[in-house]
């Protein structure tokens, strides 16, 4: 039953989906992108970056299904996987995203269709999250760059960049904007039903011990359906990677 001060009270203000065009006032897409990699440690000591690994814990939405152990691959330019295990539940199996390339792959556990191949909007979803994993090319994996009216987020000032990706996807970004560092993503497409939303939301940038650059040690992951919340552990960059780990999940089940 809805509140008669919930019906009857302002409704909230949600801006636009798609900018059409940059906002007078505001900073040119270029200018906030710069800052950006600046603030990560410039575009040069980015692109020395080619891989990396990464330990870390994940958390379901309301702590469902408790911890996570998580483990994180990443090749430029387009390359990443994330597998998480559950030992205090080792029945439960493995969750898995992949992306080699081309093709993407999802691993759920406890579900009816235990893995599956992404297509359509997900698969360029999978295809921008492994892009953005090296963010020395955020300005070739997006184009049409605008710039939205500025926001707040947690009380914090950001701007906004939207960009198309592959296959008319599209990416808005916010920016804090006294320190440059993306706080936001909220990538979208169209689907029959309207557009279906995926946010990531990053915080605690640290550099990356010897890289001189700089990561989010905390996100959250959100989509329709679900929403996880990562904190790094342990990063190790350029480093080799066996190939098999983007291709399909090998599922591992408890005994």
Excluded: C
């Excluded at 691959?73 to 205090?88: E, S, V």
């Excluded at 808005?172 to 029959?192: A, H, N």
């Excluded at 990561?215 to 552990?233: A, C, H, I, V, Y």
Aim: charged share 25%; proline share 7%.
């Amino acid at each position: 039953m809805p509140a008669i001060d919930t019906v009857y009270g302002t409704p909230p203000l949600e801006a636009d989906d798609i900018i059409t065009r940059s906002s007078p006032g505001e900073p040119s897409p270029d200018e906030i992108l710069d800052k950006y990699l600046q603030a990560l440690g410039g575009a040069q000591r980015l692109a020395s970056v080619t891989s990396f690994t990464a330990t870390a814990t994940s958390q379901g939405f309301r702590g469902f299904g408790g911890g996570g152990q998580v483990q994180i691959f990443a090749k430029a330019p387009d390359q990443r996987a994330t597998i998480i295990r559950f030992p205090d539940s080792p029945d439960r199996g493995e969750a898995i995203r992949t992306f080699d390339g081309r093709t993407a792959w999802v691993a759920t556990p406890l579900a009816v269709l235990r893995e599956y191949a992404l297509g359509g909007l997900e698969l360029d979803g999978a295809r921008l999250d492994a892009q953005l994993s090296f963010p020395g090319q955020i300005k070739q994996v997006l184009s049409r760059l605008r710039v939205g009216p500025p926001d707040s987020i947690e009380g914090h000032d950001v701007h906004v960049v939207q960009g198309t990706g592959s296959r008319g996807l599209v990416a808005t970004l916010y920016f804090d904007k006294e320190s440059g560092l993306l706080v936001r993503m909220v990538r979208f497409g169209s689907t029959p039903i309207g557009r279906a939303p995926s946010q990531v939301d990053y915080a605690d940038y640290r550099e990356v011990g010897g890289a001189g650059i700089k990561m989010p040690f905390r996100w959250t992951f959100g989509w329709l359906d679900g929403r996880d919340s990562f904190e790094l552990k342990d990063v190790r960059v350029n480093v080799p990677i066996d190939p098999a780990v983007f291709g399909r999940p090998v599922l591992q089940t408890g005994k």
